[in-house]
């Protein structure tokens, strides 16, 4: 199981980064969710995948009954998913608002905060 | 009220012994950051209240992170684990000299850009919430410095990266929008890969605690791809550092939110960055970082040179600044790269140097600019007339930032030049010398421009007045940066004595395993 | 949105979906459920009230501002932790009482009181976003 998941998040990291690599914010954004989904998938993977069930104790007892499942990839994950939610939210807003305040959403164009044709230092007084 | 009880054996996997209340100390300086920032986010409408609020609460963490420091100078290294699960099961606090160390300067740093923030921030930016966005990303600082635990150390960083970024957009002008979305897509690279790495770091180790990590790594040398993992950390941090072919988010972003913003960035994040590069490279890598300390030296030198040349060709003393952050953080990794004790010791005296330092230039550029009409070296002049203590002060920085004698640059300088010549790498030694010549040139640049010519014509000169509560925190800093110049030998011994924890971690390891060695 | 059945159906599907967060919320503590997903489940309801009935309407409903109830649910998690230190025991390590209400015991925690937390910062940081997107796309 584990080499097809180690394929996926190959697959997910390289569909990511393509995405990012382009020039158009709403595409780096589509490549930022997929980011998140493609190292949600690693951690799971590098946790082990078993055909366990879920660790849950059950009630009345003070250990797992039997061979339980990793918990630990799965709390790293829910953050993980917690904190990739949050930043593509916070991304998806900024990214409206440059659109609508820049008029654009070519990274190319968005030259406010760098001018091009800035004057050197003067070289005397 | 009761701890639920129940007949296993629960001495194998939980603390039962009651904490000793100095303990708290090391998780104490986060939860007060986050409770305070909770509250003044819920008064984020009374912006006369949240200034003196923030103030007091940062006096607080001062206090808490300067008892941290001396408790931990006294014991060593302290260990507090969430929720009384044992390390390796639980989330645990370590703190080292380093992280104290870090901590406490980083608390001052934000105490003084609060203090700075009353007069810059108006009503309307507190309404936005500045100060709740700085206790949090205190929170977010604290935490990534006292942490001892790898995937925690990534939760605050992302705490501090959220607030950060609504710190950077404070006032919704079409620069920070721009800056924003460059800062923003990057560092979300940055963690991104630092969160990759902390995958395959699980996936070898089967655990995410630093001391443990540390204890386990040598056995694992031959079997496992370390050096692979390094080189992501390195690259991941480098990233969030700043440094060299990775740095252009910084030019980016770094001039365009408020002054008091851009001084506390300037003071605050890069060092993260670097403190967290040292934990992993030192601390729990220090064989995989000898492998690739020929790249990191050629990262440093490079990032060094950039910096000092970039700041050359800067017309904006802003983005002249942003430069000169680059340069430092190159001469911190030049440090990391040669790696011996004597050189990290220096790392950590230049990050204290550099965070209180910083932020004063950040603040004098602030102020510069609005005593002479702008930031542009080509339309300002005529300081020295007008206001000659601020002059002298300013001066004075621009010496520290360039590593002269007697103010705090200098020492740092002298213990990484004389690392790098004893270690061999003498070249290196010699861009250290080179890029603290070219900051000199280009800050003596901007004192003959914006401080010692004469205002020219079209901005008449009209002498402002100079309230003292502005100058208070430059003069403050600079203050502090003298003295740490002139009686090295506290700081000196501190940081040489975090390198030797760093690099012989036993006490640390004791801390977290306190019957010896990880289970 | 004009529409008089999403209109009419609105209201019951709010008050559904926000007791319905509320029940995953509790559920958490040993069930699958928790703070997070409960928190998310209110913004949904919330946004579909917004999007109903327009945004200020949601603003006058939930009477703070969004932004205050993300910090009250933040202080309620971290005063959580805290409370462990009157009782000498690590950092966020779970309290439980057990009063008998009724002839019936309830379990009642900081573990508990965190969740509440949690919920309330879920809710109030996505509510914020999600209220001033659907404001943007109003306009």
């Known amino acids: 199981m584990e080499p097809v998941l180690a394929v996926l998040t190959g697959i997910f990291l390289t569909v990511a980064v393509y995405l990012l690599l382009s020039k158009y914010i709403i595409r780096m954004l589509l490549g930022v969710a997929i980011l998140g989904n493609a190292v949600n998938l690693l951690i799971f993977t590098s946790g082990r995948i078993m055909r366990e069930v879920p660790p849950v104790i059950g009630a009345g007892l003070d250990v797992p009954a039997g061979a339980t499942a990793n918990p630990l990839p799965q709390a790293l994950i829910l953050t993980a998913i917690v904190i990739s939610f949050s930043f593509f939210a916070f991304l998806l807003v900024l990214s409206w608002r440059a659109y609508s305040v820049l008029g654009t959403d070519n990274t190319d164009a968005m030259r406010v905060a760098e001018p091009d044709g800035v004057q050197p230092p003067p070289l005397g007084y | ?519 | 949105m004009k529409s008089l059945i999403f209109r009419t159906i609105a209201p019951v599907i709010v008050s559904v979906m926000v007791l319905f967060s509320i029940f995953v919320l509790l559920r958490g503590h040993n069930e699958p459920g928790g703070g997070f997903i409960g928190g998310l489940i209110a913004v949904a309801a919330l946004s579909i009230y917004g999007i109903a009935f327009g945004v200020e309407t949601v603003r006058r409903a939930i009477v703070f501002h969004p932004l205050s109830i993300a910090g009250a649910g933040l202080l309620l998690a971290t005063l959580s932790g805290l409370l462990s230190m009157l009782f000498h025991v690590p950092f966020m390590t779970g309290l439980w009482v057990y009063p008998v209400i009724l002839g019936e015991e309830i379990p009642l925690s900081s573990v508990m009181t965190f969740d509440i937390g949690v919920y309330l910062v879920v809710v109030g940081a996505v509510t914020s976003i999600a209220l001033s997107l659907e404001e943007r796309g109003e306009d």
């Open chain 2, 1 to 519: 009220m009761a701890v639920s009880s129940s007949p296993a054996d629960l001495s194998a996997a939980l603390v039962l012994q009651p904490v000793a209340a100095l303990d708290w100390l090391v998780i104490l300086p986060v939860a007060w950051c986050l409770a305070v920032g909770a509250v003044l986010l819920m008064i984020r409408h009374k912006s006369v209240a949240q200034p003196l609020v923030a103030v007091a609460a940062l006096a607080v963490l001062v206090g808490l992170d300067a008892a941290l420091l001396w408790h931990v100078a006294q014991n060593g290294p302290v260990t507090m684990v969430m929720g009384r699960w044992l390390p390796p099961f639980g989330i645990a606090f370590t703190v080292d000299l380093t992280g104290a160390l870090f901590a406490l300067t980083s608390a001052v740093v934000a105490l003084i850009g609060a203090v700075a923030a009353i007069d810059d921030i108006n009503a309307s930016g507190r309404r936005y919430g500045f100060y709740p966005f700085l206790m949090l990303l205190m929170a977010g600082v604290s935490g990534a410095f006292l942490t001892g635990d790898v995937f925690n150390l990534y939760v605050w960083f992302e705490v501090l990266l959220i607030s950060s970024f609504g710190l950077l957009v404070l006032g919704s002008e079409r620069e920070q929008i721009d800056g924003a979305v460059k800062y923003g897509f990057l560092n979300l690279v940055a963690t991104t890969l630092f969160l990759i790495t902390t995958g395959y770091l699980y996936g070898i180790f089967g655990t995410l605690n630093m001391a443990d990590i540390a204890a386990k790594a040598p056995g694992l040398q031959m079997t496992a791809p370390l050096v692979t993992l390094t080189a992501l950390y390195t690259l991941a941090f480098a990233m969030k550092a700043a440094a060299f072919p990775v740095n252009f988010w910084l030019p980016a972003s770094y001039h365009t939110p408020r002054i008091v913003v851009s001084a506390l960035f300037a003071g605050l994040l890069t060092k993260v960055g670097i403190y967290a590069l040292i934990r992993i490279g030192v601390m729990l890598f220090p064989a995989e970082r000898e492998q690739l300390s020929f790249v990191l030296a050629i990262v440093a030198a490079l990032t060094m040179l950039t910096g000092s040349l970039g700041a050359l060709a800067q017309s904006d003393t802003r983005r002249l600044l942003g430069y000169l952050v680059i340069s430092g953080i190159g001469a911190m990794l030049a440090g990391i790269a040669i790696g011996s004790p004597e050189a990290i010791g220096g790392v950590i005296f230049y990050a204290v140097h550099s965070m209180l330092v910083m932020t004063a230039l950040y603040l004098a550029a602030g102020l510069a600019a609005r005593l002479s009409g702008g930031f542009s070296l080509t339309v300002s002049g005529g300081l020295y007339r007008h206001h000659l203590l601020f002059t002298a002060l300013s001066l004075m920085l621009f010496f520290a930032v360039s590593g002269l004698p007697p103010f705090s640059g200098f020492w740092p300088k002298v213990m990484l030049v004389k690392a790098a010549i004893d270690g061999g790498v003498s070249w290196l030694a010699g861009i250290l010398l080179l890029s603290g010549f070219l900051t000199m040139i280009a800050t003596g640049r901007v004192f003959l421009l914006a401080y010692w010519r004469p205002a020219p014509a079209q901005t008449a000169a009209v002498p402002q007045p100079l309230a003292i509560t502005a100058l208070l925190p430059i003069l403050v800093l600079t203050v502090s940066s003298v003295l740490i110049g002139l009686f090295p030998e506290t700081l000196l011994n501190l940081a040489q004595q975090a390198a030797a924890t760093l690099n012989e971690p036993s006490a640390y390891l004791n801390s977290v395993f306190p019957a010896g060695g990880a289970p």
